[in-house]
Nanobody, 112 residues
Framework: QVELAESGGDLVQPGGSLILSCTASGLTFNGWAQRWYRQAPGKEREWVASITNSGEKTYYADSVKGRFTISRDNDKNIVYLRMNNLKPEDTALYLC?????WGQGTQVTVSS
């Protein structure tokens, strides 16, 4: 049974930083690309970032490029999302996915 478990979400002030983690089990982790998405209330789910199975290539949505960094540790089966210079518009439920599998998400709220 494949499970993806996100953690690290919190309430943070604008300009702050957070590191999200997604721990995977039940799959050959280093055989799959990993992606982060987010969903804000009343909005469609939005792709945030992707990383190839080896970690050599990363891709970002324009809205987070230069502020967010995706990385992975294939020995620990974890994918990370480091988020810097957070803005109120980054407020959302952040979900990791190794398609077709999804986690339950971790809430990030950016507010003063």
């Amino acid at each position: 049974q494949v499970e993806l478990a996100e953690s690290g979400g919190d309430l943070v002030q604008p300009g702050g930083s957070l590191i999200l983690s997604c721990t995977a089990s039940g799959l050959t982790f280093n055989g799959w690309a990993q992606r982060w998405y987010r969903q804000a209330p009343g909005k469609e789910r939005e792709w945030v970032a992707s990383i190839t199975n080896s970690g050599e290539k990363t891709y970002y949505a324009d809205s987070v490029k230069g502020r967010f960094t995706i990385s992975r540790d294939n020995d620990k089966n974890i994918v990370y999302l480091r988020m810097n210079n957070l803005k109120p518009e980054d407020t959302a439920l952040y979900l990791c996915t190794s398609p077709p599998h999804w986690g339950q998400g971790t809430q990030v709220t950016v507010s003063s």
